[in-house]
């Protein structure tokens, strides 16, 4: 959803053609900092030309977990016809089509969610296609981006308002233009939003809609799309009331007509991605590391000291510690500090992220371990809160 093109530090991503890619949201100076992580991807590596063993579905099932990360990304036999992710897509036509639209946005695997600039259809991340890739996934990530069906129904519902402001044109439209801004802005680097607004429907994320006209247009649409989201009464009142009517007004006008922009190509798809998933997740991860503060390590070594000092010299991942309680933690804080939660759980996420690659380790008692882990996650949301310093990476 966010730029790819755009990126504020001026680099072009390989697909220069890239925009409104979805990307990961960070916050500091209470302003939310947009980031795709393939912000700093290298450049593409030369490789000769191996000689490519595609696997079928069931032979990633066989494989190991070594042999699974050793695995190309344009090897593994997988497409959006996977038994999970078909119906979604149909679900998405069938609600395009009773909604009036009788345009349908093509969609193909790659690397994460996004819909390209100039190409009026849908990238998924490859992970989804396939259980084991999924399980992988959350357990390099923690978490699964649009991995349940009513979060990937949302997801594919904002991709597919990008898709259509792309193949009818519809930002390049006056009343567009004095409704949701001018869609040719940069994306910016930071944004500083406002919780209170009603200008802006709530969709994905909190606020993601503030973060640009475009991002704005395609959260307003999939409000307007989804089946008995009751917006007129939802929004009834608050100026975002108009951009859904507006919305409205012209899927009347193009919904049935033929589209301007009919492209079927295809954007970094995983056919041509020869990184394997070592590869991938490295690079992942390596993004995050580069956007951390160092008090913030400082402080997770002295919660959890990587010593060998539990019973019987036991010890567990802090990381998966925090993850295992984070339900409680991120809702026991958010109480206290009357943070929204979603908040609260950017500072958790960061903290598991980051205990990950220090690989901290927890020992002794679960319940001093979950006792210091609170002090600590109140303490940096109240630092973030108030102070301004903190950054988050999600
Ligand atoms: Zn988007």
Known sequence: MVSKSHKPNGRIATAAKKKKQRGRITQGDNSVRVVGWREGRKAPRKTTRAKR????????????????????????????????????????????????IRFRPHAWLSDEWFSPDGIPGIAIPFCLAHPRLKS?????????????????????????????????????????????GNYFDPYPDTYRPNPNSKKYVLHLEPWYSQSHPAEDFAETFAVWLAPRSGWRKEYEGWPAFQKLELVEDFIAKVGQTSPKVYSRAKADPITRNRDTLREHYRERHALYTERRPISFDHDLKRLFPAKLNGRHGRTTSAAAFLHQNRT?????????T??????????????????????????????EAKQRALVMLTVQTMNYLHGGHHRVAL
């Open 136 to 180: 992988l996934e959350r357990r390099r990530m923690y978490e699964v981006e649009g991995g349940t069906a009513s979060w990937c129904m949302k997801i594919l519902r904002h991709e597919a308002g990008h898709a259509i402001d792309t193949a009818y044109r519809l930002h390049r439209k006056a009343a567009y233009k004095k409704a949701f």
């Open 338 to 367: 009357r943070e929204y939660r979603y908040n609260v759980n950017q500072v958790l996420r960061e903290m598991i992220d980051r205990c990950r690659e220090l690989d901290l380790r927890t020992s002794g008692s679960p319940t």
């Open 53 to 100: 063993l595609i696997l079928g579905p069931k032979e990633i099932d066989k494989l190991s977990e070594d042999e699974l990360l050793d695995t190309r990304l344009c090897d593994l036999g997988i497409s959006v016809d996977s038994d999970w992710l078909k119906p979604k897509l149909e679900q998405l036509y069938s609600e395009l089509s009773k909604r009036g």
């Open 328 to 336: 409680e933690l991120s809702r026991v804080v958010s109480q206290w």
